[in-house]
């Protein structure tokens, strides 16, 4: 059987699944067939029910529980890994346009949770969002990813820690990515083993895991390549354990209460 995978060219995704992608670690019975996208993609084609393992951002976690489950292992979530809101020079303005990674995103969802609705929103791909930060001065924009560790050579100010907010109001780490099976798979015991599998062969095969990292992305220094991975990868990566079902949970009730619809718990 053959089964599409979708996840971010982000070192913390290739390092999770490289086991997997190199053929070290197998999912019996099925093929892996994998494709490479930016959040914001994935979190369309979620949407669309394009693929059959897909990482997407746990604000879109909800919208997709009728054909999607969710996986313990494979995601990103934990402390200190949160979204930044910044600017380029100048006073923080709420009102002026700010740029985002996505709708669907956890960032954007973020950007809510300390704004509210205020700020007029533009959608903007993570890497063209940073460009325009770094280029236009005046502009403001919420970051994700390895950025968190450029900004300030870049020259640009922090406004907020995003992440921070969060987890000083909330007590709770900060559910960022995760992997969501299609349910009529009926294979998440088998794709979650094969995930902690697959991040276990990348622990004890650094070598060989950061030069698929390397290759997808190319335009990262190796310090901050394996700084993202050291901050995205940890135990919540394994298994989201206790705590981290809670986390989810805390996020489920702050969309219900952000959108004023009730989102009925899913998690077992």
């Keep these: 059987m053959d089964l599409t995978v979708g996840i971010s060219p982000c070192p913390n995704d290739v390092w999770?699944?490289?086991g997997l992608i190199l053929g070290a670690v197998c999912v019996e019975g099925a093929n892996l067939r994998f494709r490479y996208e930016?959040?914001?993609?994935l979190n369309v084609m979620a949407a669309q029910k394009a693929l059959d393992v897909i990482k997407i951002s746990y604000a879109n976690l909800f919208r997709c529980e009728s054909s999607y489950e969710l996986l313990s292992s494979g995601g990103a979530l934990g402390t200190g890994v949160g979204p930044l809101l910044?600017?380029?020079g100048g006073k923080f303005?709420?009102?002026?346009?700010?740029?985002?990674?996505?709708?669907?995103?956890?960032?954007?969802?973020?950007?809510?949770?300390?704004?509210?609705?205020?700020?007029r929103r533009e959608y903007v791909e993570?890497?063209?969002?940073?460009?325009?930060?770094?280029?236009?001065?005046?502009?403001?924009?919420?970051?994700?990813?390895?950025?968190?560790?450029?900004?300030?050579?870049?020259?640009?100010?922090?406004?907020?820690?995003?992440?921070?907010?969060?987890?000083e109001r909330t007590q709770s780490p900060i559910p960022l990515g995760c992997i969501?099976?299609?349910?009529s798979l009926n294979m998440r015991d088998e794709l979650e083993?094969?995930?902690?599998?697959?991040?276990?062969?990348?622990?004890?095969?650094?070598?060989?895991?950061?030069?698929?990292?390397?290759?997808?992305?190319?335009?990262?220094?190796?310090?901050?390549?394996?700084?993202?991975?050291?901050?995205?990868?940890?135990?919540?990566?394994?298994?989201?354990g206790q705590e981290g079902r809670k986390a989810v949970e805390i996020l489920?009730?702050?969309?219900?209460?952000?959108?004023?619809?009730?989102i009925r718990s899913r998690m077992n």
């Design 16 to 18: 999770i699944f490289a």
């Design 38 to 41: 930016d959040v914001e993609s």
């Design 86 to 88: 910044l600017r380029n």
């Design 93 to 119: 303005d709420p009102d002026q346009v700010i740029l985002s990674p996505g709708e669907g995103t956890t960032a954007n969802l973020l950007l809510t949770y300390y704004l509210g609705r205020a700020g």
């Design 126 to 167: 993570f890497d063209e969002l940073y460009a325009r930060l770094c280029e236009e001065p005046g502009a403001q924009g919420v970051v994700i990813h390895e950025k968190r560790f450029t900004y300030i050579r870049d020259g640009l100010t922090l406004v907020q820690d995003l992440g921070r907010f969060w987890e």
């Design 180 to 183: 969501v099976a299609r349910k």
């Design 193 to 240: 083993s094969a995930i902690r599998y697959s991040l276990a062969w990348a622990d004890q095969n650094s070598e060989e895991a950061l030069d698929l990292c390397r290759l997808h992305a190319a335009e990262m220094s190796p310090e901050v390549m394996k700084a993202h991975i050291g901050l995205y990868v940890n135990q919540y990566s394994t298994d989201l």
């Design 252 to 262: 489920r009730q702050a969309v219900a209460t952000m959108t004023n619809s009730p």
